[in-house]
């Protein structure tokens, strides 16, 4: 059974920082592409960054500069390092895994707030 479970989410001032995990079960790791979706109430999911099974990363407008992608195969996960956050990137981040277009998992998704 395949399994992604995100943490690392919660509450956090305007300018501040967090790092989200997804640790994942179930697959060979080191074979699927990992990503970080997110979705805020009333918008669609949308792609934050993505790390392929090889490193290469990818990352929304959004996310260049601030946000930083990057896995551990020998822990099975995949992290997204989060810095100056600002109301915008309140959302549920969900962790994507991928091989190819068949076999593709979500997580459960954290919930980020970003508040004063």
């Known amino acids: 059974q395949v399994q992604l479970v995100e943490s690392g989410g919660g509450l956090v001032q305007p300018g501040g920082s967090l790092t989200l995990s997804c640790r994942a079960s179930g697959i060979v790791f080191s074979f699927y592409d990992m990503g970080w979706y997110r979705q805020a109430p009333g918008k669609e999911r949308e792609l934050v960054a993505t790390?392929?099974?090889?490193?290469?990363?990818n990352y929304a407008d959004s996310a260049k500069g601030r946000f930083a992608i990057s896995r551990d195969s020998a822990k099975n996960t995949v992290y997204l390092q989060m810095n100056s956050l600002t109301l915008e990137d309140t959302a549920v981040y969900y962790c994507?895994?991928?091989?190819?277009?068949?076999?593709?998992?979500w997580g459960q998704g954290t919930q980020v707030t970003v508040s004063s």
């Open positions: 790390i392929t099974s090889i490193g290469i990363t």
């Open positions: 994507k895994a991928a091989r190819g277009l068949r076999n593709m998992y």
